[in-house]
Nanobody, 115 residues
Framework: VHLVESGGGLVQPGGSLRLSCAAS????????MNWVRRAPGKDIEWVAS???????EYATSVKGRFTISRDNAKNTVYLLMNSLKPEDAAVYYC??????????WGQGTQVTVSS
């Protein structure tokens, strides 16, 4: 099983990034895919999810700025992040969830928001 995130980097406040997470080794379409993040010195924070049926949910802190999507044909989940703020800086992880349990995690991609 592999979850490989990409797309992180340095962006100025107000800028945009699109994260990708390529999955392999499991039945991607059956899993709810999530993005979570961990900022230095803070607890891990759930950011967004897209269910196997396509239902999307967002944390209040990112609603209206971030968009999660999935492409089951490519076994990939995306996170489009607009209007980035310094407080969005974190390591972003994708995670595959089945039922109530996170089963698989990626290695993370760093997002830095700074002028």
């Amino acid at each position: 099983v592999h979850l490989v995130e990409s797309g992180g980097g340095l962006v100025q406040p107000g800028g945009s990034l699109r994260l990708s997470c390529a999955a392999s080794g499991f039945n991607f379409g059956q899993y709810a895919m999530n993005w979570v993040r961990r900022a230095p010195g803070k607890d891990i924070e759930w950011v967004a999810s897209v269910s196997s049926s396509g239902r999307k949910e967002y944390a209040t802190s990112v609603k209206g700025r971030f968009t999660i999507s999935r492409d089951n044909a490519k076994n990939t989940v995306y996170l489009l992040m607009n209007s980035l703020k310094p407080e969005d800086a974190a390591v972003y992880y994708c995670a595959a969830k089945l039922g109530a349990r996170y089963k698989y995690w990626g290695q993370g991609t760093q997002v830095t928001v700074s002028s």
